[in-house]
């Protein structure tokens, strides 16, 4: 699709990146650098001072002083005619749908990435929003970095009153509201895809499935039964469930430095193959 007709100063409209309910995302240059600019649709917006513009706004306002490493930076935000925009790093890289494309991540990994994320939605909930929208085409690997990146926030305020008007998150049973709770089973949702290759709740179900894998009895990917508690505590509420993403992303970070320390303790495979041919040099380095 071509740009839409909208004119900032100094700023260069080029194509549409991607579309949603309520926004769309392009790319555009200035003084030689690319940036991803967001509207709100054309459709969704009457005049200036209406609801969605002043949410929209608003919202972006309060995302600008979000920092943190695994959100896009925020660079401008203002008004073109009677189009608000916000004017927003570039991240270029593989979408995390398109590397589950090849299988299913190894636990360490999953469990650092969603420790990473979940620090990232803290940062946002603090701000008074929450993302609703968070899945794996949302969820970049950049290029630069090599870190994980959320992407293409819906700009929906910590509130219940519009969230019949919503739409929710692909990656999860919908809940009853677009709130922090349900931007959390969303990330769980996500981590559950990412270590076993299916969706929950869409594929299949969780609960006896988190069961099965944890006893070995089916031919996916095994979890550890740390994570598969902690799993089965965000997606289905077992035992004591998260009330914010901060205790979340602890608790994966938590796991993370445990499965570090017993990787550290394993022998590894090298340790165990004889210095043939050496026993001169092996018993003076034992010496």
Do not use: W
Request: hydrophobic share 40%; proline share 7%.
């Amino acid at each position: 699709m071509g740009a839409p007709e909208i004119s900032i100063p100094g700023v260069e409209v080029l194509e549409e990146l991607g579309r949603g309910t309520h926004n769309t995302v392009f790319r555009a240059r200035r003084q030689g650098r690319y940036y991803a600019i967001k509207v709100p649709n054309v459709a969704t917006v009457q005049e200036p001072g209406d609801g969605v513009t002043a949410r929209f706004l608003k919202e972006a306002v309060a995302l600008a002083r979000v920092r943190h490493p695994s959100l896009p930076a925020v660079m401008e935000v203002g008004h073109a005619g009677r189009l608000p925009f916000i004017i927003m790093e570039l991240v270029a890289g593989e979408t995390l749908a398109e590397r589950l494309r090849r299988g299913p991540l190894e636990e360490e990994r999953v469990i650092d990435l969603g420790a990473q994320l979940a620090e990232a939605l803290a940062k946002i909930h603090e701000a008074g929003l929450v993302h609703r929208d968070i899945k794996p085409q949302n969820i970049l690997f950049d290029s630069m970095t090599g870190g994980v990146r959320l992407i293409d926030f819906g700009f929906v305020e910590n509130s219940t009153s519009r969230a019949a008007s919503l739409s929710l998150p692909t990656e999860v049973s919908p809940p009853s509201t677009a709130d922090v709770q349900s931007d959390l089973r969303a990330l769980g949702s996500v981590l559950f895809h990412c270590a076993t290759g299916a969706v929950p709740f869409v594929d299949i179900d969780p609960r006896p499935f988190l069961e099965r894998v944890e006893q070995g009895t089916d031919r996916r990917p095994r979890l550890s039964r740390p994570f598969s508690n902690v799993l089965s505590r965000v997606l289905i509420g077992a035992g004591e469930t998260y009330y914010d993403a901060r205790s979340f992303s602890g608790e994966l970070r938590e796991l993370s430095c445990n499965e570090s320390d017993t990787g550290a303790r394993s022998p590894s495979r090298s340790s165990e193959i004889p210095l043939l041919g050496r026993q001169r040099e092996l018993e003076r380095l034992r010496a």
